[in-house]
Nanobody, 119 residues
Framework: QVQLVESGGGLVQAGGSLRLSCAASGSIVSFNAMGWYRQAPGKQRELVAGITRGGITTYADSVKGRFTISRDNAKNTVYLQMDSLRPEDTAVYFC?????????????WGQGTQVTVSS
């Protein structure tokens, strides 16, 4: 059982930055991989970025070069630094945790945090 608590969403103008945080608690092996998905209105939930405990990362092509995922293993916390935000980044962002990157879509989920980017 893993509990995920997200924070850091909000409203920002295009070109601005936001930083999301997600703290995990529970079975450590269940969050060897942590990451972020997002879901915009009328669209499917999509992977944004993921990171393993060892620091291996994966990113969606749409955010490469603009978003940076990192984690603090001592705090069991994952971060998503979002720079050069665009209106199309507007979505609810969900934290996820799983034993490995390939299982994140079926892992544990946070409650979601809204990110709104105005043009």
């Amino acid at each position: 059982q893993v509990q995920l608590v997200e924070s850091g969403g909000g409203l920002v103008q295009a070109g601005g930055s936001l930083r999301l945080s997600c703290a995990a608690s529970g079975s450590i092996v269940s969050f060897n991989a942590m990451g972020w998905y997002r879901q915009a209105p009328g669209k499917q939930r999509e992977l944004v970025a993921g990171i393993t405990r060892g620091g291996i990362t994966t990113y969606a092509d749409s955010v490469k070069g603009r978003f940076t995922i990192s984690r603090d293993n001592a705090k069991n916390t994952v971060y998503l630094q979002m720079d050069s935000l665009r209106p199309e980044d507007t979505a609810v962002y969900f934290c996820t945790a799983a034993p490995r990157l390939g299982l994140m879509a079926t892992g544990s989920w946070g409650q979601g945090t809204q990110v709104t980017v105005s043009s």
